[in-house]
């Protein structure tokens, strides 16, 4: 099904990773994975989301990043 309504290709095709280098680095150093709990990066991501003005889907892909390298 091909719908106008899908999430635009750039995005989609982005990882986590690179979501968090483009968006997160803007107002201060990123914290490395490491810093927080898993946890601790739901939180985290919510708050950031709004601050940087990005979508659910790319805050899920880049607390999905944060979670997962440790
Ligand atoms: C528009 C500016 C801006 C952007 C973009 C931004 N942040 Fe932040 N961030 C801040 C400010 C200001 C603080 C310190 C005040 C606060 O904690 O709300 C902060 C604090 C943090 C902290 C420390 C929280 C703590 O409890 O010590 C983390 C971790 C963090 N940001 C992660 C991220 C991640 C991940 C992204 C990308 C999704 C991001 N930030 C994008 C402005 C920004």
Redesign the pocket.
């Known amino acids: 099904m091909s719908s106008s309504c899908a999430p635009t290709k750039e995005i989609a095709d982005k990882s986590g990773a690179q ?2 280098a483009e ?6 150093n ?2 490395s994975p490491a ?2 709990s898993p946890e ?2 739901e ?3 919510m ?3 709004t ?4 979508t659910d889907q ?2 899920k892909k ?2 999905a990043f ?1 979670k997962g390298t440790r």
Do not use: K
Not at 23 to 28: G, K, L
Not at 51 to 54: H, K, Q, T, V, Y
């Open positions: 979501l968090w968006n997160c680095q803007r107002c201060h990123t914290p810093t927080f601790q990066w939180t985290v991501g708050h950031m989301q601050r940087s003005l990005i790319e805050r880049i607390v944060l």
